[in-house]
């Protein structure tokens, strides 16, 4: 069983451009977060998803960002006219389900790092 | 809502010194509460999670964390320090019913040889 899939491993952008970052859950798993980790930061919470739904945006930027998980494929974290202070490292999460009962974790991939140029 | 604090941002130890890695938390009830170890230009690994059943807990490579309700404490310990311990550790906490995580700030283990 492979972990969390995360792609592109790196990824250069200029400023303008788009970034579309990729999240494949372990496989069962059907509840997918994305943290992002600035420099020197710890991990911040941006969005918690099921499939085809949004559960959590509270974490995401207003304007230039959106996630989607759709029914079939990985979940896509996209980024609109990328500017230098949107380079970080992205970390996409899956578990198996949520709630106290689930007594579930989390399972990181080992992340995209954007860098806006 | 539950919060976690770690109390350093920086640990240096020698190399076979027991590590000690302190963590506080905030919460009007026991949480459950989770140990992740980041190495380098890696993602993150479980390290060991307490759930409210011991309050010792062991996790993977040696470590283990004791969960303390009179103090709201959850430090995370090593008996000896190894090279490949070298490290970010972050406390974290679930909210909203595991519908999402807060991290600490983290703590940069550096070990000495």
């Known amino acids: 069983n492979a972990g969390v899939m995360q792609n592109p491993r790196h990824l250069v952008r200029r400023r303008g451009q788009e970034a579309r970052l990729r999240c494949s859950p372990m496989?069962?798993?059907?509840?997918v977060y994305w943290y992002r980790q600035l420099p020197e930061e710890g991990l911040k919470f941006m969005v918690y998803l099921q499939k085809e739904n949004i559960i959590d945006e509270s974490g995401m930027p207003k304007e230039r960002f959106s996630a989607e998980f759709p029914k079939e494929g990985p979940s896509i974290l996209r980024i609109q006219q990328v500017v230098r202070g949107d380079s970080a490292a992205y970390f996409c999460?899956?578990?198996?389900?949520?709630?106290?009962?689930?007594?579930?974790?989390?399972?990181f991939g080992q992340g995209t790092r954007l860098t806006v140029v | 809502a539950q919060s976690v604090t770690q109390l350093d941002s920086h640990v240096s130890v020698s190399e076979g010194t027991p590590v000690l890695l302190r963590c506080n938390y905030s919460s009007s009830y026991s949480p459950s509460l989770f140990w992740y170890v980041q190495h380098p230009n890696k993602g993150l690994q479980l390290l060991l999670k307490y759930t409210s059943a011991a309050t010792l807990v062991k996790g993977i490579n040696g470590f283990e964390a004791e969960f303390k309700k009179s103090e709201t404490s959850f430090h995370l310990t090593k008996p000896s320090a190894h090279m490949s311990d070298a490290a970010e550790y972050f406390c974290?906490?679930?909210?909203?019913?595991?519908?999402?995580?807060?991290f600490g700030s983290g703590t940069k283990l550096n070990v000495k040889p």
């Open positions: 974290v906490v679930p909210r909203d019913n595991f519908n999402k995580f807060y």
């Open positions: 496989k069962g798993h059907s509840h």
């Open positions: 999460a899956s578990s198996l389900g949520t709630g106290l009962r689930m007594n579930t974790e989390a399972f």
